[in-house]
């Protein structure tokens, strides 16, 4: 397949942008007002969001449905009842989940960071779950007064399993997005590893007159493992991976519709047998030649999620902020376009070394 050659050439984007995965998630629990804040003061193009909703409806900010290790719901005993297992997009879960709660519950939790051996907890227990709607009014005011446009990237987290319990989001993110003045022009890029809701999106922001009539508001195809499905394929029984959405045939039917691919980041420069990082493969060249963007995730500024030829010491755990700014160096050679990282100062200083 095309996406395993290697090439040499290396086109580059006239200006990369930098988007802060879950806000500035490498120094502030992830999805608060308070780590969105802290990427935009970073240096941050795009903040993102990633959505779920709860039972009386309302899109708040988490990773998942189960937010058991995100918070500290586990020490509320008034919610001790709740905790279950549930299977999501093909896994077994267990935990407290989203949709079981309502807004007011919800808002009684404090967040905590997800990857405590690693990063600082002292931020545990002072920031609430934000609504869809609190992140924009924020993301509105922090943009007025920086001076500069402020991005939204909400990605649509297990759209089947949401619609399937009757809580879709794709018409309620967009009439969100409508409300409110800011992203009626604000840059917004709505993202899932989903592909059915994207096609639905983009008939109804206008189909083929999307971009003349939403101007400012942009779709991007998450790409997983390239041996795995995206869940609507796996639930209408279908057949197509990822690995075939990344070949020239699959990225032009993306491009009918999306206009940027989210691979995982070693899709473009895999990892040889040591660790170290290896040569690019044709998927930047392919998605450009497709007329897609390329918005890889996630740079991460600790040892353990960087090429071993970017360590510093042998500590895992080690951050690693020298290393994190080379390994993404490396990635913008490679023609990326924009790119998701849990410590924006560090992609910032990436991007303006260049």
Known sequence: MSVVAHVDEKPLAAKVVVIGHRGASALRPEHTLASYGHAIADGADFIEPDLVVTKDGVMVARHESEFGGTTDVAEHPEFAARKTTKT???????????EDFNLAELKTLRARERLPQLRSTRHDGEFP??????????????????????????EIKCGSYFRKLGLPMEDKLLATLAAHPYTRSAPVEIQSFEIANLKY???KLGGTQRRHRHPNIRLLQLIGAADAQPWDIVAAGGQLTYGQMMTPTGLRDIASYADAIGPGMRAIIPLVADGTLGRPTTLAHDAHAAGLELHPYTFRPENQFQAKNFWLGGDPAT??????????RAYLDAGIDAFFTDDPALGRKAVDLR
Do not use: C, K, Q, Y
Not at 92 to 97: I, L, Q
Not at 135 to 146: C, L, N, P, T
Not at 319 to 328: L, Y
């Open 88 to 98: 999501i997009d093909g896994h077994a879960v267990s935990g407290w989940f989203v």
């Open 129 to 154: 779950i934000p609504t869809l709607e609190e992140i924009i009014a924020f993301v509105a005011d922090e943009s007025a007064r920086v001076g500069r446009p402020i991005g939204i990237i909400p």
């Open 201 to 203: 999106l983009h008939d």
């Open 319 to 328: 951050r690693n902020e020298a290393g994190s700014i080379a390994e993404i």
